[in-house]
């Protein structure tokens, strides 16, 4: 694609990289849901073949691998990317705001596509690594699960890595600055559905009937304590309720009360506690107000878990490569969570930050926000590191 795709205005403080900055709101202009990402992952699979990648397209549904291989050596790594947008009404009012009404780039996929192809080209025409990259483009982060179909379409089997990475925007920190973390990082995700049945009537005689709103109202407060009493202080641990369902008439009392809760941790046993905590404090609270408790639990994200050894190697090479004060060693948890987590489990592995803006810098805006757009000042930084990491785990052996 060619950097006339899009009006050519800000191109010219990217230096070489007027084409991806093209390229990022031309995918910007066209973003595409989970598993939809048909035209995404045919320009992302064109360009890797104009450069001499080896191309795999379908993967997991619509991913793509581009395979790279020089030399003799038998090591290989994996860079990842993702592609999918949100179901979201964008009002960025950039000029390459979505054309599709209701579904925008508001996490920076595009971006980290761009990123990713630009990291690819210079790769591919300028580069001297011993070894073979994959460099594996997602569908379906933002919660469809692209990284496991994926994996269930033989992902490290066809495409074996020693070890894979990935970096996400990340709003609120200085634009290219670089955030690593050893151990839990992101947090996992889980939803339940809670729905509580009681007998309806007239809101006048509530005491012929069995009130789940009353039932539900005591949940809610109750779930507060999950955390609060039974989680050790040290470990965070979120439990969400974000929906409630139940009534349409003030004069009526409902048989019917839905609550939606999102539960979310970064260690696995207290993941397996907050569940067990929500079941037992559901049923109870329902015996004691009269009403029947179903609980329909959707487990989601795993926790992510960065490897200590490559996240230490990762670390050194931007230590290497980048100004001090643009690398930070240990960043903070997040309660967000990502689907990246699941590779990890398989491959040993670090997921890193690049900050998208901070204060009233372009890119502060956070994610899944109308108003976000990803800081197109990124794209050589991030391509920058890719290229990095990739030639010094990759460098020709004596």
């Known amino acids: 694609m060619s950097a006339t795709a899009l009006e050519p205005t800000g191109y010219a403080e990217y230096p070489g990289y007027a084409e991806f900055v093209a390229l990022r709101r031309d995918l910007h202009r066209h973003p595409e849901l989970a598993f939809a990402e048909h035209r995404t992952a045919g320009v992302v699979a064109a360009q890797l073949r104009q450069w001499g990648y080896e191309v795999?397209?379908?993967?997991?549904?619509?991913?793509?691998?581009?395979?790279?291989?020089?030399?003799?050596?038998?090591?290989?790594?994996?860079?990842?990317?993702?592609?999918?947008?949100?179901?979201?009404v964008e009002t960025s009012g950039a000029a390459w705001s979505s054309v599709h009404q209701?579904?925008?780039?508001?996490?920076?996929?595009?971006?980290?596509?761009?990123?990713?192809?630009?990291?690819?080209?210079?790769?591919?025409?300028?580069?001297?690594?011993?070894?073979?990259?994959?460099?594996?483009?997602?569908?379906?982060?933002?919660?469809?699960?692209?990284?496991?179909?994926m994996m269930d379409d033989g992902l490290f089997d066809r495409f074996p890595c020693d070890a894979i990475f990935a970096m996400h925007n990340m709003p609120g920190v200085p634009q290219g600055h670089l955030v690593f973390r050893t151990g839990p990082m992101m947090a996992s995700s889980d939803y339940a559905s809670i729905t509580l049945r009681g007998t309806g009537g007239h809101g006048a005689m509530p005491h012929r009937a069995n009130d789940p709103i009353v039932a539900a109202a005591s949940v809610v407060m109750a779930l507060q304590t999950v955390v609060s009493r039974n989680v050790d202080p040290l470990q965070p641990a979120v439990i969400t309720v974000g929906a409630i369902e139940g009534g349409k008439a003030n004069n009526v009392i409902p048989d019917a009360v839905r609550l939606e809760l999102s539960?979310?941790?970064?260690?696995?046993?207290?993941?397996?506690?907050?569940?067990?905590?929500?079941?037992?404090?559901?049923?109870?609270?329902?015996?004691?107000?009269?009403?029947q408790a179903c609980i329909e639990w959707r487990p989601g994200y795993a926790v992510l878990v960065n490897d200590a050894e490559q996240t230490r190697r990762a670390l050194a090479v931007a230590q290497r490569h980048f100004q001090a004060d643009q690398v930070q060693a240990d960043g903070p948890m997040l309660t967000g969570s990502e689907d990246f987590a699941f590779m990890l489990q398989r491959v040993?592995?670090?997921?890193?930050?690049?900050?998208?803006?901070?204060?009233?810098?372009?890119?502060?805006?956070?994610?899944?926000?109308?108003?976000?757009?990803?800081?197109?000042?990124?794209?050589?930084?991030?391509?920058?590191?890719?290229?990095?990491?990739?030639?010094?785990?990759?460098?020709?052996?004596p």
């Open 263 to 291: 539960v979310r941790a970064l260690d696995p046993a207290v993941r397996k506690l907050l569940e067990q905590r929500i079941r037992a404090l559901v049923a109870a609270q329902a015996e004691s107000y009269g009403v």
């Open 56 to 88: 795999t397209e379908g993967v997991g549904g619509t991913g793509v691998v581009g395979r790279l291989r020089r030399g003799d050596s038998a090591r290989c790594i994996g860079l990842r990317a993702d592609m999918d947008a949100l179901p979201i």
């Open 102 to 149: 209701g579904c925008m780039h508001a996490c920076g996929h595009d971006g980290h596509t761009a990123m990713l192809l630009a990291a690819a080209r210079h790769l591919a025409l300028h580069s001297s690594i011993d070894g073979t990259l994959h460099l594996i483009f997602q569908p379906a982060e933002e919660g469809g699960g692209g990284a496991l179909r």
């Open 348 to 397: 040993p592995g670090s997921y890193l930050l690049i900050g998208n803006g901070a204060g009233d810098q372009h890119g502060a805006c956070m994610v899944h926000n109308p108003a976000y757009d990803f800081n197109d000042a990124n794209i050589p930084t991030g391509a920058r590191y890719w290229v990095a990491l990739a030639e010094d785990l990759l460098s020709p052996q």
